[in-house]
Nanobody, 114 residues
Framework: VQLQASGGGLVQAGGSLRLSCTAS???????MGWYRQAPGKERELVAT???????RYSDSMKGRFTISRDNGKNTMYLQMNSLKPEDTAVYYC??????????WGQGTLVTVSS
C-alpha cells in the first residue's frame, strides 16, 4: 500500500488549502489520518477519520480543519480554513489496516505566510 499526499503549497494567513491523500492498492484502511511536523518540532496529530466516518481532531485545529474521506476512491481529504503561520508544517497522511499495520505517505509541505 502506498499513500500519496498532495495539495500543499504557499498560502497567506487566513487562506485555505485542501490536502488529498490517495491510497493505492485494494486495501481497506479502517483509520486514516493526518499528522504534521513543523520545523524543529515533534510530529503531532491533526485529525483522524474511521471507515464509517467518525472523526477526531486535535483541539487546536478543531473548527478550522475538516477531515473527510471517499472510501470508493480510497482518498482522504483535509480542508484547512483560516490558516495561520503556525500551521506551517509538512503534513503526512497515514492509514491503518484491519491488522493494525500503519502506512505513511511522503508528506506535503504547507507554508502559511503572515
Amino acid at each position: 500500500v502506498q499513500l500519496q499526499a498532495s495539495g500543499g503549497g504557499l498560502v497567506q494567513a487566513g487562506g485555505s488549502l485542501r490536502l488529498s491523500c490517495t491510497a493505492s492498492g485494494s486495501i481497506s484502511l479502517v483509520i486514516m489520518g493526518w499528522y504534521r511536523q513543523a520545523p524543529g518540532k515533534e510530529r503531532e496529530l491533526v485529525a483522524t477519520i474511521a471507515w464509517g466516518g467518525t472523526t477526531r481532531y486535535s483541539d487546536s485545529m478543531k473548527g478550522r480543519f475538516t477531515i473527510s474521506r471517499d472510501n470508493g476512491k480510497n482518498t482522504m481529504y483535509l480542508q484547512m480554513n483560516s490558516l495561520k503561520p503556525e500551521d506551517t508544517a509538512v503534513y503526512y497522511c497515514t492509514g491503518k489496516n484491519l491488522r493494525g499495520v500503519d502506512y505513511w505517505g511522503q508528506g506535503t509541505l504547507v507554508t502559511v505566510s503572515s
